[in-house]
């Protein structure tokens, strides 16, 4: 009854750009931090980036680093995931995931990256 909910997943090409947002229920609280996972079928979630609720440090894989970027709405419970230079490796389902007292998932939007 707490899932967050992504959005802004579409197809685009290679070197394109695209903005992926979530949303937390009002009734989430105690969030400390927010996180983009990926998955493509067959394999593990893989982290992405994550942002601290309180003083807003972000934090990147390796390999999105310097081309996608975290930010976050307090007040509205909200983080987007803008992501640019995007490559077809890129291609996943994106998960948006709150870290609070537990762990709260969304369901995913896929983002698709023609070559």
């Known amino acids: 009854q707490v899932q967050p909910v992504e959005s802004g997943g579409r197809l685009v090409q290679a070197g394109g750009s695209l903005r992926l947002s979530c949303a937390a229920s009002?009734?989430?609280?105690?969030?400390?931090?927010m996180r983009w996972f990926r998955q493509t079928p067959g394999k593990d979630r893989e982290f992405v980036a994550a942002?601290?609720?309180?003083?807003?440090?972000?934090y990147y894989a390796d390999s999105v680093k310097g081309r996608f970027t975290i930010s976050r709405d307090n007040a509205k419970n909200t983080v987007s995931l803008q992501m640019n230079s995007l490559k077809p490796e890129d291609t996943a389902v994106y998960y948006c995931?709150?870290?609070?007292?537990?762990?709260?998932w969304g369901q995913g939007t896929q983002v698709t990256v023609s070559s």
């Open positions: 995931n709150i870290r609070a007292s537990v762990d709260y």
């Open positions: 009002e009734r989430t609280s105690g969030i400390y931090a």
């Open positions: 942002i601290t609720w309180g003083g807003g440090s972000t």
